[in-house]
T-cell receptor, first 116, second 114 residues
Framework: EAGVVQSPRYKIIEKKQPVAFWCNPISGHNTLYWYRQNLGQGPELLIRYENEEAVDDSQLPKDRFSAERLKGVDSTLKIQPAELGDSAVYLC??????????????FGAGSRLTVL | AQSVTQLDSHVSVSEGTPVLLRCNYSSSYSPSLFWYVQHPNKGLQLLLKYTSAATLVKGINGFEAEFKKSETSFHLTKPSAHMSDAAEYFC????????????FGSGTRLSIRP
């Protein structure tokens, strides 16, 4: 079974340019998460989806970040325009239905963004 | 509110010696606690989880962790370190409900000396 698939693995852009990341979760996983991991830090949640509904986007900088999960399967995270401080690894994770706080997350390999 | 603190940003041990990675948590309710490992250029992988069953939890690759409510700790241990254990380790806390936020610690980098 394929794991969580993310693309691109690496992206280098100049500031003020747009960028998009794509995630395909494990088949049957209803919950999808986007995390941002800065160098030397733990992942921080950007947005969580239950099927196609964004149930927690309180940490998403909505002035420049957007996300969608059409049809409740794969998801796209967009940054427009990118800033220097957006350089980070963007992690996608998925889990089976949200039944409790004990859900195990399965992570993709991440998309490393460098903004010049 | 929940929070998690990993007490050491970097731990270095010799191969074959015990490993101890320390984690303290804060939670208003009975927490779910996890340890994840991240090898370079790879995704985070679950090592083990605690969900109010046995307080001593065994995970993969010989790791285990003990939930101590009185000390609000969930330290990760392994009796004998292997070179392949070199990685970043994250302690994670969540609440009991599906709406609970999942909070990651800042990570502990484990180095293994030959």
């Amino acid at each position: 079974e394929a794991g969580v698939v993310q693309s691109p693995r690496y992206k280098i852009i100049e500031k003020k340019q747009p960028v998009a990341f794509w995630c395909n979760p494990i088949s049957g996983h209803n919950t999808l998460y986007w995390y941002r991991q800065n160098l030397g830090q733990g992942p921080e949640l950007l947005i969580r989806y239950e099927n196609e509904e964004a149930v927690d986007d309180s940490q998403l900088p909505k002035d420049r970040f957007s996300a969608e999960r059409l049809k409740g399967v794969d998801s796209t995270l967009k940054i427009q325009p990118a800033e220097l401080g957006d350089s980070a690894v963007y992690l996608c994770a998925s889990s089976q239905g949200a039944t409790s706080g004990a859900n195990v997350l399965t992570f993709g390999a991440g998309s490393r963004l460098t903004v010049l | 509110a929940q929070s998690v603190t990993q007490l050491d940003s970097h731990v270095s041990v010799s191969e074959g010696t015990p490993v101890l990675l320390r984690c303290n948590y804060s939670s208003s309710y009975s927490p779910s606690l996890f340890w994840y490992v991240q090898h370079p250029n790879k995704g985070l992988q679950l090592l083990l989880k605690y969900t109010s069953a046995a307080t001593l939890v065994k995970g993969i690759n010989g790791f285990e962790a003990e939930f101590k409510k009185s000390e609000t700790s969930f330290h990760l241990t392994k009796p004998s370190a292997h070179m392949s254990d070199a990685a970043e380790y994250f302690c994670v806390v969540s609440g009991y409900s599906s709406a609970s936020k999942i909070i990651f610690g800042s990570g502990t980098r484990l180095s293994i000396r030959p």
